[in-house]
């Protein structure tokens, strides 16, 4: 069964930067895509970004040029990095995979890890 646990969280000033790890056990990433997903307190779950095996990466829009999305196979692992942060990007983040195909949609991704806190103070 595969499991995901979320790191790299934290509280960090408009403007910083944080990356966030997902670490996968109980299953090597090998056909998978693995997503990250936000959701800030009374809104609905975000799309920010995805990666599929072959490296081939999938962005929300409105966040691509300010976070990165990369995945290191040999430590089953993939991150997000977030520069030039703003109060509007804090938010849980949470990592999730699917198999195969990249997707914006939190229907197709199967498995989720608990998420990480990130929060943005001016």
């Known amino acids: 069964q595969l499991q995901l646990v979320e790191s790299g969280g934290g509280l960090v000033q408009a403007g910083g930067s944080l990356r966030l790890s997902c670490a996968a056990s109980?299953?090597?990433?090998?056909?998978?895509?693995v997503g990250w997903f936000r959701q800030a307190p009374g809104k609905e779950r975000v799309f920010v970004a995805a990666?599929?095996?072959?490296?081939?990466?999938f962005y929300n829009a409105s966040m691509k040029g300010r976070f990165t999305i990369s995945r290191e196979n040999a430590k089953n692992t993939v991150y997000l990095q977030m520069n030039s942060l703003t109060l509007e990007d804090t938010a849980v983040y949470y990592c999730a995979a699917k198999l195969r195909f990249l997707s914006s949609l939190v229907s197709e991704y199967e498995y989720w890890g608990q998420g990480t806190q990130v929060t943005v103070s001016s």
């Open positions: 109980g299953h090597t990433l090998t056909n998978d895509v």
């Open positions: 990666i599929n095996w072959r490296g081939g990466t």
